[in-house]
């Protein structure tokens, strides 16, 4: 996960970094970048981040010197590296619908007022 207050030449260099690492000691079998995605959670007072994901194959030597590299990266918000079995599925990107907020106007209308929601009866108008 990198940090969207970069350029995205900066963010693109960072990858090709991680990447050239990968290639130079190992297999890369996919990279995918999923773009700028709201995350679960604030990091660094930073509210989305720009995912890439890699899946390769390399020797142990490799995640060691990856990790320290990542860890002291400026821009590198998270990163986490997983060992997957042979033959596992690659991971598709989630969708990126957003969710309409408490009170957004639908079809039928405005959402109850705030004492409707509390189950008390809305003020009436004189």
């Known amino acids: 996960m990198l940090d969207p ?13 991680a990447r050239g690492e ?22 660094n007072h930073r509210t989305e981040a720009d995912y890439r994901w890699f899946r390769f194959e390399a020797p142990s030597s490799l995640l060691g010197s990856l990790d320290h590299n ?15 079995e ?7 990107p989630p969708a990126t619908t957003a969710a309409p907020g408490p009170r957004e106007r639908t079809a039928a209308g405005p959402g109850p007022g705030p004492r409707e929601d509390r189950g008390e009866p809305a003020a009436a108008a004189e």
Do not use: C, H
């Open 22 to 43: 990968i290639e130079a000691a190992g297999t890369l079998k996919e990279e995918n970048t999923w773009g700028l995605r709201k995350m679960a959670y604030e990091i």
């Open 70 to 84: 990542l860890k002291i990266a400026d821009g590198v918000l998270r990163f986490r590296i997983f060992k997957v």
């Open 86 to 92: 042979p033959g596992t599925p690659s991971i598709v």
């Open 5 to 17: 207050q970069l350029d995205a030449p900066a963010r693109d260099a960072l990858a090709q970094s």
